[in-house]
């Protein structure tokens, strides 16, 4: 005994299965798209304590940090500031002992003037 199909039969039975096979892989598919999309908005909507309390922290520290940067060029010199204002003051100093070696000259000179 012989079964006889004709193409026709044979190409749309293929292309029943085919169809079917895809709608299931789809159907798998859209099931475990919806299944992670619940689990990260439920990851997401969750947040801890801890979580909370580190965003508290970390904005405090911003808040601490711009104040130090808007309070450090009060509290601190910089270096070649520093080095500027000794060189300033060991060249008034270097003047200041130039004038006294010339008067301790000039009472030098006046005492022996006086003594000779």
Do not use: H
């Given at each position: 005994?012989?079964?006889?199909?004709?193409l026709?039969?044979?190409?749309?039975?293929?292309?029943?299965l085919i169809?079917t096979?895809a709608?299931v892989?789809?159907?798998?598919?859209?099931?475990?798209?919806?299944?992670?999309?619940?689990q990260?908005?439920?990851?997401?909507?969750?947040?801890?304590?801890?979580?909370?309390?580190?965003?508290?922290?970390?904005?405090?520290?911003e808040?601490?940090?711009?104040?130090?940067?808007?309070?450090?060029?009060?509290?601190?010199?910089?270096r070649?500031?520093?080095?500027?204002?000794?060189?300033?003051?060991?060249?008034?100093?270097?003047?200041?002992?130039?004038?006294?070696?010339?008067?301790?000259l000039?009472?030098?000179?006046?005492?022996?003037?006086?003594?000779?």
């Amino acid at each position: 005994m012989q079964v006889q199909i004709d193409l026709w039969q044979l190409v749309m039975a293929l292309a029943g299965l085919i169809s079917t096979f895809a709608a299931v892989v789809w159907l798998f598919g859209t099931i475990l798209v919806r299944q992670f999309k619940t689990q990260l908005d439920e990851r997401f909507s969750k947040i801890s304590d801890k979580d909370v309390e580190v965003t508290q922290q970390l904005r405090q520290f911003e808040k601490d940090f711009a104040q130090f940067q808007i309070d450090a060029p009060t509290r601190f010199v910089l270096r070649d500031d520093y080095i500027r204002g000794q060189s300033v003051l060991e060249a008034k100093q270097d003047a200041l002992f130039n004038k006294m070696e010339v008067v301790r000259l000039e009472v030098a000179a006046t005492r022996g003037g006086k003594n000779g």
